[in-house]
Structures are given as structure tokens and as C-alpha cells.
Nanobody
Framework: QVQLVESGGGLVQAGGSLRLSCTASGRTFSRYAMGWFRQAPGAEREFVAVVSLSGGAYYADSVKGRFTASRDNAKNTVYLQMNSLQAEDTAVYYC????????????????WGQGTQVTVSS
């Protein structure tokens, strides 16, 4: 079992920055690829980024160049640095864990956090 807890959400003005954190329980964090997803009101959940076991990251086109995902295995934590935030980034952000291989498809993930709200005012 892996439990995930997100933090770092909040209210920010357009053009601002936030850093989300997701901390995992257990001793096998390094064996999981970590994904970030988001869901805006009335919209479907969408892929944001994924961090592989080695720390390499892959991004959705909508956030490429603005968001940076990273992980610190010593701290059992994955991060999402969000810069140049736009109103369209407003959503609940979730982290998720998948054994070994990352994916941009949420249904492929085994564990999910409770989510953290990000609101960008224009």
C-alpha cells in the first residue's frame, strides 16, 4: 500500500508560481513512477506530467515549458513547480503512483492522493 498526500495548493494571481508537493508513505517510493493530474470543475481529469523512476519527466503540451516535475527519493516526495500560471490552470491537482512504468493515462495508476486545489485569478 502507498498513501499519497499532496500539499502546496492555494490562490495565486495569473503569472505567479506555486510548488506542489506529494509525499508518499512506505519504503518503496523509488519503485513507483509518479504522475500529476488535474481536474477542473465540470471537466474530465487530465494528465499534467509524469516522473519516471530515474527522474526524467514528460509533460502535457498545455504545461510544457511552464511546469517542472521532479522527485526526491530520499524524502519520498515528488514535486510540481508551476510557473507562469494562467486561469486555465485552475483545478484540483492530484498525484498518483504506478509501479515501475509511468503513464499519461490515469486509469493505469494504482494509488492516488486526495488532491490539492489550485486557483489562479486573472
Amino acid at each position: 500500500q502507498v498513501q499519497l498526500v499532496e500539499s502546496g495548493g492555494g490562490l495565486v494571481q495569473a503569472g505567479g508560481s506555486l510548488r506542489l508537493s506529494c509525499t508518499a508513505s512506505g519504503r518503496t517510493f523509488s519503485r513507483y513512477a509518479m504522475g500529476w493530474f488535474r481536474q477542473a470543475p465540470g471537466a474530465e481529469r487530465e494528465f499534467v506530467a509524469v516522473v519516471s523512476l530515474s527522474g526524467g519527466a514528460y509533460y502535457a503540451d498545455s504545461v510544457k515549458g511552464r511546469f517542472t516535475a521532479s522527485r526526491d527519493n530520499a524524502k519520498n516526495t515528488v514535486y510540481l513547480q508551476m510557473n507562469s500560471l494562467q486561469a486555465e490552470d485552475t483545478a484540483v491537482y492530484y498525484c498518483a503512483a504506478r509501479s515501475v512504468i509511468g503513464s499519461s493515462t490515469g486509469a493505469n495508476y494504482d494509488y492516488w492522493g486526495q488532491g490539492t486545489q489550485v486557483t489562479v485569478s486573472s
